[in-house]
């Protein structure tokens, strides 16, 4: 069972850039291809970004591809979305998942678990 806990959100004006956070614990970390879901309101989730276990390789939604970044360190169990020129439709709770099967993150669907979120807002 893997835990996942996001930070790093918040109220940021449209232009700047943040780093989200996703600290996992249990499971083996490197096990795991990782990724990043939003969710605006009244939106269905949709996939950002994703990262196989080694980091070797991203997984690009067609539609964002550009203004995010996705890197994770292994020695500390994390793993980082940094989204840069922010506008207003960036606005969503984002989501870290973790995908044990390998396959799903890769194909833009998200794997098993989920962290509870952490919102972030743009203003214009």
């Known amino acids: 069972q893997v835990q996942l806990i996001e930070s790093g959100g918040g109220l940021v004006q449209a232009g700047g850039s943040l780093r989200l956070s996703c600290a996992a614990s249990?499971?083996?970390?490197?096990?795991?291809?990782m990724g990043w879901f939003r969710q605006a309101p009244g939106k269905e989730r949709e996939f950002v970004i994703g990262i196989s276990g080694s980091g070797g390789t991203t997984y690009y939604a067609g539609s964002l591809q550009g203004r995010f970044t996705i890197s994770r360190d292994n020695a500390k169990n994390m793993v980082y979305l940094t989204i840069a020129s922010l506008k207003p439709e960036d606005t969503a709770v984002y989501y870290c998942?973790?995908?044990?099967?390998?396959?799903?993150?890769?194909?833009?669907?998200?794997?098993?678990?989920w962290g509870l979120g952490t919102q972030v807002t743009v203003s214009s």
């Open positions: 998942n973790a995908d044990p099967s390998l396959k799903r993150i890769a194909a833009s669907r998200p794997g098993d678990y």
């Open positions: 249990g499971g083996t970390f490197t096990s795991y291809t």
